[in-house]
């Protein structure tokens, strides 16, 4: 298993029950956004299988899965956006050990995600 690393940031908090990382500043408003977007991405995954299932044409099946690609990409664009205005900012203005950990982190973010 691998090991979990310690937040860049220092503006997160560790959970001593489960040792799992956990975001702190989540703007409540983007939390209720993602929510109900990764819902509707339920949605369309659901109908995905539906398509499959009932062997429907290819192309119609590679449209929706591009489709939630796109809308994963949505997501993932705004919660990254709120780790750089809260997390990678706090560390940054910290500098140091913990500005350089959180310039590594994001360089990762961003090649992960630019995929």
């Known amino acids: 298993?691998?090991?979990k690393k310690t937040p860049a940031c220092g503006n997160c908090e560790i959970d001593s029950t489960n040792n799992e990382r956990k975001a702190?500043?989540?703007?409540?408003?983007?939390?209720?956004?993602?929510?109900a977007r990764l819902k509707r991405i339920e949605g369309?995954?659901?109908?995905?299988?539906?398509m499959v299932e009932d062997e429907r044409y290819?192309?119609?099946?590679?449209?929706?899965?591009?489709?939630v690609h796109e809308a994963l990409r949505s997501v993932g664009r705004e919660v990254l956006r709120n780790?750089?205005?809260?997390c990678i900012n706090h560390a940054v203005q910290a500098g140091g050990e913990q500005?350089?950990?959180?310039?590594?982190?994001?360089i990762d973010l961003m090649y992960k995600n630019a995929r």
């Open 1 to 3: 298993m691998a090991k």
């Open 24 to 35: 702190v500043g989540v703007d409540p408003e983007l939390k209720r956004a993602s929510l």
């Open 44 to 50: 369309q995954i659901r109908g995905i299988h539906k």
């Open 58 to 67: 290819c192309a119609d099946v590679l449209n929706q899965i591009s489709a």
């Open 83 to 86: 780790h750089l205005r809260n």
């Open 99 to 106: 500005a350089e950990s959180a310039y590594d982190e994001l």
